[in-house]
């Protein structure tokens, strides 16, 4: 016990001191937790009402942002995988690192969960025992139970894993491995979960339809390792910590696969449905075209194909996918494609038409932009606490030090 | 951008075109309460003193406003659970603690029912849509029986009157096809859309109606008997009752709007805000699951006016439509204006094809 105690005293010491860099970073982030603090209180207080949303419109920035963080959580997966079953080495090495973005990345969902629900104060009627969970029928349950437990899982394997090195004892072998492999296999299933959610409602023709989890998987694979390579050469230029240009390349190319399926998935949706042109394809139109003199998110959604087909193009080839002074700017030019794909132009579309075939425009208020910069500026913070802990215990600059007080 | 539904104006007698004398009783269907309630300045001095410091505590629970002089919620109320898991005694105290928050919220004498549905009672609806003239005394009577909200910022109507354009054909544009190039057309434009679709404009303002070159189309809640909504609800709060209704624990919810992206009807709607609701305009008839008031960040619907129809009263859209266009009974009872109407004439669902077995049915003569 007194091991562990020293375990968090050491960790939160190291993850507080840091260099300028750190700290400007660190306060860069901060910078924006003051708006989020206001908008997160005034909405408290007035109700969703300070936000854009309508009947009409009645999901919006928040759940797009839910929506993609779900796919960036299980992109950590990206790592993972590679690690435990190719055994690839370096990848092995920093595993861990790919399990701290999942935790961030999950804690991020939840922030945007809350700030979606109309009665945040009641969220305990979700919890399992407390409240009253309407199993199996809810895909929103489903989300619920899965995301938590994947939280769980990467809190509990990442942290076994680093408190093992920390102490410097052999893993049990016997409760990592299958903790790593269940996660593995409930990556997939959040986002798959998270795809039922919205593909299971026939009243919202442009979800409805049965390709929406592999391009969910497909995407998410693509953000999700396109962070993470963006991380990882951070990483590599400023701590001691060496990651492979193995590891990065492995990610590199997972990205081309799978940003390869999922613009031809979105080429698919679009001839399918562009073809025949049912009132179904209506919200499509709206998306791509703009419809009935509507035409907000149409920059949008073509900024977000020359991101993702440019990106895709430029990762082709080798001589630019290996110059690391280029590829983080490709990798950040598909992580805002997929945002912006993922996010407001899958989840705004889906309500426009409304089911009754009203057009309506969804125009996100002040006060929602800056909770969802402090969401994902509380996301970063965390992010970048548990990415440094994790490097300071590989690099073995925090380890269990029983004779001296301070190490 | 204005906030949430635009309010359908109130159509005065005049612009009835060919239907006067018929439809006087709309705006009286309350004036039996409304002189009831009336207190003195006094009495509401007081009722306001007595709740601040409930809301206070409500306030300071919740993080809700403790500037106005209206308790939001009370701690019990938090912890209650999902009314309809509660035991019968729950269920009492649930609603004694309303009835005595409402009462001094509102100033007057509130009552909460609590009526469970009868047995061998299925409720149905049949509208005549060739009757409708639009002139949506239904949704200013249902506004006003069940409780909703009524301020600039947050108009919440329940049933909305889709007007359907009769469509244009002109020789004109026959011609105005794609592509012309190759002297093949593949298609044509020569008419706008007519007919039944469910792209009905809902904030037609005329002078009068009907208008000669529209029909007219209410909706509100289908009360399906397989409701998508009830399936997606992650909490189980809105269900479907066994008389057919499908009701909101308004207290349960959560607000995750999850129903309303299912509802393929678009019957349901959200508390973006603090409802408003003047106390002299409040109905105090309430049903815990009808027509009492609700709270921000909830959903709420049409429950067929359960509040009165489990009484054997009428739906207020039925008691006030003024040409008769609507009819609502028990479909269990072959004898019911609506069975009959079922087995006689042409009826039809809105959007059958999505399986919802609405209990809402339209017909014509």
């Known amino acids: 016990m007194n091991k562990f105690i020293k375990f968090i005293i050491d960790y939160v010491v190291y993850v507080a001191k840091g260099g300028p860099k750190f700290y400007a970073w660190m306060g860069f982030l901060v910078l924006f937790v003051g708006p989020w603090i206001y908008g997160s209180y005034t909405q408290a207080t007035h109700g969703l009402i300070v936000t854009g949303l309508t009947d009409q419109v009645s999901w919006g920035l928040y759940l797009a942002n839910f929506v993609f963080l779900v796919g960036v959580a299980a992109g950590a997966v990206t790592v993972v995988f590679p690690a435990y079953v190719y055994h690839h080495e370096p990848m092995h090495k920093v595993t861990v690192l790919g399990e701290m973005l999942a935790v961030a990345a999950v804690i991020m969902c939840l922030l945007f969960v809350f700030m979606h629900l109309g009665r945040p104060d009641r969220a305990w009627h979700m919890i399992p025992y407390l409240g009253v969970l309407n199993f199996p029928s809810s895909m929103l349950t489903w989300d619920v139970l899965v995301l938590s437990v994947y939280l769980i899982l990467n809190l509990v394997g990442g942290f076994y894993f680093l408190y093992k090195k920390y102490v410097d004892e052999p893993l049990n072998n016997k409760f990592y491995l299958p903790i790593i492999f269940i996660a593995i296999v409930w990556a997939i299933s959040i986002h798959t979960v998270t795809a039922f959610f919205i593909n299971t409602m026939p009243a919202r023709p442009m979800w409805h339809h049965s390709m929406m989890p592999i391009r969910f998987i497909t995407t998410a694979f693509a953000a999700g390792p396109a962070l993470i390579i963006v991380c990882f050469l951070i990483i590599r230029q400023n701590t001691k910590l060496w990651i492979e240009d193995s590891v990065i390349d492995l990610l590199s190319t997972i990205i081309i696969f799978c940003l390869g399926i999922a613009l031809f998935l979105t080429m698919s949706e679009v001839v399918t449905e562009l073809y025949a042109s049912t009132e179904h394809s209506f919200a499509l139109k709206y998306l791509m075209f703009g419809k009935h003199g509507l035409h907000d998110l149409v920059p949008w959604f073509w900024t977000s194909v020359v991101g993702m087909v440019l990106g895709f193009i430029l990762l082709l080839v080798p001589r630019i996918r290996k110059n690391y002074t280029v590829l983080p700017y490709i990798c950040l030019m598909i992580f805002g494609g997929v945002w912006i794909e993922k996010g407001m132009a899958l989840m705004i579309p889906g309500s426009i038409p409304t089911p009754i075939g009203e057009f309506s425009l969804y125009e996100p208020t002040t006060l929602e932009l800056f909770n969802c910069a402090g969401n994902w500026a509380i996301g970063f913070i965390v992010l970048t606490i548990l990415l440094k802990g994790a490097i300071g215990i590989l690099l073995g600059d925090v380890r269990y030090a029983p004779a001296s007080a301070n190490r | ?365």
């Open chain 2, 1 to 365: 951008m204005s906030k949430k539904l635009i309010p359908t104006k109130n159509l005065s007698d005049e612009q009835l075109e060919g239907c006067e004398g018929l439809g006087l009783q709309a705006l009286g269907i309350d004036a039996e309460r409304g002189g009831a309630v009336s207190s003195s300045r006094r009495q509401f001095i007081r009722n306001v003193g007595g709740v601040s410091a409930a809301s206070m505590m409500g306030a300071a629970a919740l993080m809700t406003h403790s500037d106005q002089a209206q308790a939001k919620s009370t701690w019990a109320e938090w912890f209650q659970g999902n009314y309809r898991l509660m035991t019968k005694k729950e269920k009492a105290e649930a609603i004694a603690r309303l009835e005595k928050r409402y009462s001094e919220e509102y100033g007057k004498k509130v009552t909460v029912d609590g009526t469970d549905a009868q047995e061998g009672v299925l409720f149905g609806y049949a509208l005549n849509i060739q009757k409708c003239i639009g002139c949506r005394r239904c949704v200013k009577a249902c506004v006003k029986e069940n409780n909703q909200s009524r301020s600039k910022e947050q108009e919440m109507e329940w049933i909305r009157v889709l007007k359907m354009e009769k469509g244009e054909f002109s020789k004109d544009k026959m011609d105005d096809g794609y592509p012309l190039d190759y002297g093949v057309q593949v298609g044509g434009n020569a008419y706008s859309a007519a007919g039944v679709v469910l792209e009905g404009e809902h904030y037609y303002d005329p002078e009068k109606v009907p208008e000669s070159d529209s029909h007219y189309m209410p909706i509100a809640c289908m009360q399906c008997e397989k409701p998508p909504c009830v399936k997606v609800c992650p909490i189980r709060t809105t269900y479907r009752e066994p008389d057919g209704p499908v009701v909101i624990d308004y207290n349960w919810c959560i607000g995750c709007r999850m129903c309303i992206g299912a509802c393929p009807y678009w019957a349901r709607r959200f508390n973006w805000g603090e409802p408003h609701l003047p106390k002299e305009e409040m109905n105090p008839k309430t049903h815990y699951l009808g027509n009492r008031p609700r709270m921000k960040g909830v959903v709420e619907k049409c429950t067929f006016c359960l509040q009165r129809t489990r009484h054997g009263r009428y739906p207020a859209c039925v008691e006030v439509c003024p040409v008769g266009a609507r009819k609502f009974g028990n479909l269990l009872d072959p004898e019911s204006e609506v069975r009959r109407i079922l087995d006689r004439k042409r009826v039809f669902r809105l959007k059958a094809e999505a399986n919802t077995y609405p209990k809402f049915f339209y017909f014509v003569d």
